[in-house]
């Protein structure tokens, strides 16, 4: 109460009020609108705060076990991506290699380069492919007799094979090619698979850094720079790596189209072609191409055969011990029994595409565990120090 009489409070009301009819009422809030309309507060609100956090922890649960379960239904396409991923690394290898020599610019380098491919393979149909064609039909009929030459050894020392067995053990190991393999059976299957791949490679190759920035986007703003250190030290290792299997793609080939025409081995073209495409599979390329050259090669005859094995030993020597460590050193340096681990179980669950992508696969996640491991161990040495630094009484 102020010297004139009136409540000087708040909560004081006027000693002449208004007249109802010019009375404006305060709004009501939107949530007690909602509240008034629906007839009181959600059935689905938890007023416990202990449950109401088991209950939060739990949705995390279910969610993180429903995307573990959706990205095994959708592995195969994962699978395809990473495919269109390796090519794309190809196509920006071969793209910073013309980068070095020529000033141009980058659309116009994956041109050259997809123009180059194109080119090569044209030039393999056209001069090696009748050749190549009556190679392949002819090798079918040379695996068999072979086979079965084989299995008349195996009769003669008391084992009982047939040509029926052997064959029926080809295909159990044929019919566990996998899903993926199934998924996209038949050749219009392969050849939409491939151009997917074809086409995606294509448009990560042109813009790499508008998809590496979406990546990045959806990591926590604080994890983004270690995020963007892992996939340009997972591009580069990409690239080196592709780059090492093209060259003892090629150092395989022709070195073994050469040698084996020099010794007289039947079909060099079509075998060193195929050791140069099997070279892309480690550990396991270089077995099945050695057996395709020691059954040709003892098809003419027993000293025939003998030089076919040289030359794979040569071949394979001379690329393990100076073209792999030349390329290994700029590379990831995986362990052969595990790359092998690996392509078995790849293989048994994907089929041809996981045993093809095995290797990369393989790299890629060494390379995301070691930068890990290196995050972990800078947080922990900052962590040290804090320590250290800090007054004795604190």
Same mark, same amino acid.
């Given at each position: 109460?102020?010297?004139?009489?009136?409540?000087?409070?708040?909560?004081?009301?006027?000693?002449?009020?208004?007249?109802?009819?010019?009375?404006?009422?305060?709004?009501?809030?939107?949530?007690?609108?909602?509240?008034?309309?629906?007839?009181?507060?959600?059935?689905?609100?938890?007023?416990?705060?202990?449950?109401?956090?088991?209950?939060?922890?739990?949705?995390?649960?279910?969610?993180?076990?429903?995307?573990?379960?959706?990205?095994?239904?959708?592995?195969?396409?994962?699978?395809?991506?990473?495919?269109?991923?390796?090519?794309?690394?190809?196509?920006?290898?071969?793209?910073?290699?013309?980068?070095?020599?020529?000033?141009?610019?980058?659309?116009?380098?994956?041109?050259?380069?997809?123009?180059?491919?194109?080119?090569?393979?044209?030039?393999?149909?056209?001069?090696?492919?009748?050749?190549?064609?009556?190679?392949?039909?002819?090798?079918?009929?040379?695996?068999?007799?072979?086979?079965?030459?084989?299995?008349?050894?195996?009769?003669?020392?008391?084992?009982?094979?047939?040509?029926?067995?052997?064959?029926?053990?080809?295909?159990?190991?044929?019919?566990?090619?996998?899903?993926?393999?199934?998924?996209?059976?038949?050749?219009?299957?392969?050849?939409?698979?491939?151009?997917?791949?074809?086409?995606?490679?294509?448009?990560?190759?042109?813009?790499?850094?508008?998809?590496?920035?979406?990546?990045?986007?959806?990591?926590?703003?604080?994890?983004?720079?270690?995020?963007?250190?892992?996939?340009?030290?997972?591009?580069?290792?990409?690239?080196?790596?592709?780059?090492?299997?093209?060259?003892?793609?090629?150092?395989?080939?022709?070195?073994?189209?050469? #040698? &084996?025409? !020099?010794?007289?081995?039947?079909?060099?073209?079509? +075998?060193?072609?195929?050791? $140069? *495409? =099997?070279?892309?599979? %480690?550990?396991?390329?270089?077995?099945?191409?050695?057996?395709?050259?020691?059954?040709?090669?003892?098809?003419?005859?027993?000293?025939?055969?003998?030089?076919?094995?040289?030359?794979?030993?040569?071949?394979?020597?001379?690329?393990?011990?100076?073209?792999?460590?030349?390329?290994?050193?700029?590379?990831?340096?995986?362990?052969? #029994? &595990?790359? !092998?681990?690996?392509?078995?179980?790849?293989?048994? +669950?994907?089929?041809?595409? $996981? *045993? =093809?992508?095995?290797? %990369?696969?393989?790299?890629?996640?060494?390379?995301?565990?070691?930068?890990?491991?290196?995050?972990?161990?800078?947080?922990?040495?900052?962590?040290?120090?804090?320590?250290?630094?800090?007054?004795?009484?604190?």
């Amino acid at each position: 109460m102020d010297q004139s009489g009136t409540d000087s409070t708040p909560d004081a009301k006027p000693s002449h009020p208004l007249p109802e009819d010019r009375r404006i009422d305060p709004p009501i809030p939107a949530d007690a609108q909602d509240a008034d309309e629906w007839g009181g507060a959600s059935p689905a609100y938890i007023s416990n705060p202990r449950l109401r956090h088991e209950v939060s922890k739990a949705l995390i649960w279910v969610g993180v076990i429903g995307s573990v379960a959706l990205a095994v239904y959708i592995s195969q396409a994962l699978l395809v991506i990473f495919a269109s991923l390796v090519f794309a690394s190809l196509i920006d290898g071969g793209a910073r290699l013309i980068g070095r020599y020529l000033a141009i610019p980058r659309a116009l380098r994956i041109v050259m380069v997809l123009l180059g491919a194109i080119a090569f393979l044209i030039w393999l149909g056209y001069f090696a492919g009748s050749q190549i064609t009556e190679q392949a039909a002819t090798l079918p009929a040379i695996v068999e007799a072979q086979l079965n030459e084989l299995i008349a050894l195996a009769r003669a020392n008391g084992m009982a094979v047939s040509l029926s067995d052997a064959q029926s053990m080809l295909d159990q190991v044929l019919s566990g090619v996998g899903t993926v393999t199934r998924a996209i059976g038949g050749i219009a299957g392969a050849i939409g698979t491939t151009g997917i791949i074809l086409v995606i490679g294509i448009y990560v190759a042109l813009e790499p850094n508008l998809y590496e920035r979406g990546v990045e986007w959806m990591a926590p703003r604080t994890g983004r720079s270690e995020l963007r250190k892992t996939l340009a030290e997972m591009a580069l290792t990409m690239r080196r790596l592709m780059a090492g299997r093209v060259v003892g793609m090629v150092f395989e080939g022709v070195f073994t189209w050469i #040698a &084996l025409e !020099l010794f007289g081995v039947p079909m060099a073209a079509l +075998l060193g072609i195929l050791t $140069g *495409l =099997l070279a892309f599979i %480690p550990n396991l390329g270089a077995l099945i191409s050695g057996i395709l050259m020691a059954i040709v090669g003892f098809s003419v005859g027993v000293e025939t055969g003998i030089a076919a094995i040289v030359v794979y030993f040569v071949v394979q020597t001379f690329d393990g011990y100076v073209v792999i460590p030349m390329i290994a050193r700029k590379t990831v340096d995986l362990p052969p #029994a &595990l790359v !092998l681990g690996a392509q078995l179980i790849m293989g048994i +669950l994907f089929g041809i595409i $996981g *045993l =093809l992508l095995a290797d %990369p696969l393989l790299a890629m996640l060494k390379v995301a565990l070691v930068r890990r491991s290196e995050a972990n161990d800078a947080a922990q040495a900052a962590g040290m120090d804090v320590q250290e630094g800090a007054p004795a009484g604190s």
